[in-house]
């Protein structure tokens, strides 16, 4: 009987998603806003229109924080094609705009990355 529940639990738990055999991965991108890295208001998935018009501020970091704070924006990591959204705004903010590694786990079926650590590219 109690291993008939282990066995049930355990099977349960892998089809749910909890239980999840991968580790930590590293990924690496821009920490950007989702409109910009979505589409929403820009073409090239990117901040290159909104800086041209200068409405949003005159760096990425400036577009970046400014759709977030005033036009319900969300952290995202630009990683090329993918864009992941990001948990833990305490250790993502003051990224907005920057190329970054994080290292985190992804839950998949909502391209979530549970931030572990972040750093600028290139340090260590």
Known sequence: MNRTIVVGL??????????????PHVFRGEVSDSQCALNVHSL???????????????????CAVYCIEHLGGSLVLSAGKEVYRLDRPDLVHGFEGQRVKITGTLDSKVNLVHVMKIELEGQQ
């Open 44 to 62: 090239t998935r990117s901040h290159q229109e909104m800086l041209k018009s200068k409405s949003m501020g005159g760096t990425s970091n400036t």
């Open 10 to 23: 355990t099977v349960v738990l892998t089809f749910s998603g909890v239980a999840q055999s991968q580790g």
